[in-house]
C-alpha cells in the first residue's frame, strides 16, 4: 500500500469486511428513530472519492435518500443518473448552484470538494437555505470556520460536518464507558492517524486547495479523538514536524506529532503523516482502566479492546449510520452529537495552534487567548 488510493481501497476492503459481517442497521442502533413518512432529501457536490463511498453508503439509509447532484464535470452526470435515479431538475453545477434554492427535493447539501473550498462552499450552500454537512477538516483555519457558523446561524440552516466516528459504535461505547466513569480519571491519551500519500500532483499536496497537509487531512482525527477520549478541551498546544522529502512535501506538512494539554493535567501525545501506513490507533488510560481502538478512524471494520476484554460492538457502515443519524437529528429533533460547525471550530482552534507552534520551533501555544 503507497498511495492515496491503495489508503481508499484498503479503507473500501474495511467496507467489504464489514458487509461481510453481521450487520446492525442504524434503526437498532439509535432507537429514537422515527421513521417519520419523509426522508432527508440530499444533494452530494463535488463527485470525487469521498462522495462515491458516501453514495453507495446511503443505498443503506432508512431516514435519508439521495436526491441531487452538484458537480463541475459534467461527464460525471450520466453515470450518476444512472446509478442513483437522479432525476434531471436535480442536477447542478457550481455556477447555477444558487438555484437549488427554489428546488423542493432537496433539503440538505453535503459537501466533499477539497478542503480549501469548503469555506466558500458552505457560505453559498447557507445561502440557498439549504441544511449542510461540510467534510473535514472543516476549513483552512479557525476564522474560516467561524464565518461559516455565522453564516449558517443567519440562514437558520443546520451545519455538521463528517466526523463520522461519532455514530461509530466502538467510538460511542468508550465514550460512554468514559462518561461512565469507568476508565476512572483519564491519565494519558496516544493517538495517531496516518498513511503514505502516492500521486505527488494530487490537490491533497497543494496548500491553495488542500490548506495544509497531513495534519489537516487525517491529524484532525487524532486530535478530535483526544477530546472525545478526555472530555475536555485543550489549553495549550506544542509540535514538532519531521520532513524527509522537501519535493513531494514543499507546500504541505509530511509527518506531525502533536501534544495536547488539557485542563486536568492529562496530555495527549498525538501524530499524523503522509509517508506511512499501518499507523491508525487511539489509546486512552485512566487509572481504573484503559481503551484502545485500532484500526480507531478508517471506514472499519474498527477493532477496540478495554480492560475488560474484547469490545465487540457492531460493525456498521459509518457513512449510512452518519446520514441517518444526522437526519434524524434534521426531522425529529434528536439532540445533535458532536459533529456541528461549533465543535469542528474547536479542532481548528488547535490545528492553528499547531501550525503556529510549528513556525515557532516547537513553543508552546496557549488557546485560552484564542
Ligand atoms: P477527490 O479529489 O476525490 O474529490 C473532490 C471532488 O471535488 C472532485 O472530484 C470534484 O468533483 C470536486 N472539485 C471541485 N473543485 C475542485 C478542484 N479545484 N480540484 C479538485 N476537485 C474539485 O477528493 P476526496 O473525495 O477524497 O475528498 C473530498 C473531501 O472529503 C476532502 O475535504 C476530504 O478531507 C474529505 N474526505 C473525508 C473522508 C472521511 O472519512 N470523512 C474520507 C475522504 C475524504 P466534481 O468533478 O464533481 O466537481
Given at each position: 500500500m503507497n498511495s492515496r488510493r491503495d489508503f481508499l481501497q484498503k479503507l473500501s476492503i474495511g467496507i467489504g469486511a464489514a458487509a461481510l459481517a453481521p450487520l446492525s442497521s442504524s434503526a437498532s442502533l439509535f432507537?429514537?428513530?422515527?421513521?417519520?413518512?419523509k426522508k432527508l432529501r440530499v444533494a452530494l457536490m463535488g463527485l470525487g472519492g469521498y462522495a462515491n463511498i458516501v453514495a453507495r453508503a446511503m443505498k443503506e439509509c432508512q431516514l435519508a435518500s439521495l436526491t441531487g447532484i452538484v458537480t463541475g464535470?459534467?461527464?460525471k452526470i450520466a453515470v450518476w443518473k444512472s446509478n442513483?435515479?437522479?432525476?434531471?431538475?436535480?442536477v447542478y453545477n457550481y455556477g447555477n448552484?444558487?438555484?437549488?434554492?427554489?428546488?423542493?427535493?432537496?433539503?440538505l447539501v453535503y459537501i466533499t470538494t477539497p478542503n480549501s473550498l469548503h469555506h466558500k462552499h458552505v457560505l453559498q450552500v447557507a445561502a440557498t437555505g439549504k441544511h449542510i454537512i461540510c467534510e473535514k477538516?472543516?476549513?483552512?483555519n479557525a476564522q474560516q470556520a467561524r464565518e461559516m457558523i455565522a453564516a449558517c446561524k443567519k440562514a437558520g440552516v443546520k451545519f455538521y460536518v463528517g466526523y463520522r466516528l461519532h455514530f461509530e459504535p466502538h467510538t460511542r461505547e468508550l465514550i460512554r464507558m468514559r462518561k461512565a466513569g469507568e476508565?476512572?480519571?483519564?491519565?494519558h491519551v496516544n493517538n495517531y492517524m496516518g498513511f503514505k500519500i502516492g500521486?505527488?500532483?494530487?490537490?491533497?499536496?497543494k496548500k491553495a486547495l488542500a490548506g495544509g497537509g497531513a495534519m489537516m487531512d487525517v491529524g484532525v482525527y487524532a486530535l478530535n479523538g483526544a477530546r472525545y477520549a478526555t472530555g475536555e478541551e485543550p489549553i495549550w498546544v506544542t509540535a514538532q514536524e519531521t520532513k524527509t522529502d522537501r519535493v513531494k512535501f514543499a507546500e504541505v506538512d509530511e509527518t506531525v506529532t502533536f501534544q495536547l494539554g488539557f485542563p486536568s493535567g492529562v496530555v495527549a501525545s498525538c501524530g499524523t503523516t503522509y509517508?506511512?501506513?499501518?499507523y491508525e490507533r487511539l489509546y486512552l488510560i485512566g487509572e481504573k482502566g484503559f481503551a484502545e481502538l485500532?484500526?480507531?478512524?478508517?471506514?472499519?471494520p474498527i477493532g477496540g479492546k478495554t480492560h475488560l476484554g474484547p469490545m465487540n460492538q457492531p460493525l456498521i457502515t459509518h457513512q449510512a449510520a452518519q446520514m441517518d443519524g444526522l437526519a434524524d437529528c434534521i426531522l425529529n429533533g434528536t439532540p445533535d452529537p458532536d459533529m456541528t460547525g461549533e465543535e469542528a471550530l474547536k479542532d481548528m482552534i488547535a490545528i492553528d495552534a499547531v501550525y503556529e507552534s510549528l513556525r515557532k520551533e516547537g513553543r508552546k501555544i496557549y488557546l485560552d487567548k484564542k
Open positions: 432507537p429514537s428513530f422515527k421513521k417519520p413518512g464535470t459534467s461527464s442513483y435515479g437522479i432525476p434531471d431538475k436535480n448552484l444558487h438555484t437549488i434554492a427554489n428546488n423542493p427535493d432537496i433539503d477538516p472543516v476549513a483552512d476508565f476512572g480519571r483519564i491519565m500521486d505527488p500532483t494530487q490537490w491533497r499536496l509517508n506511512f501506513n499501518n485500532s484500526p480507531a478512524f478508517g471506514y472499519g
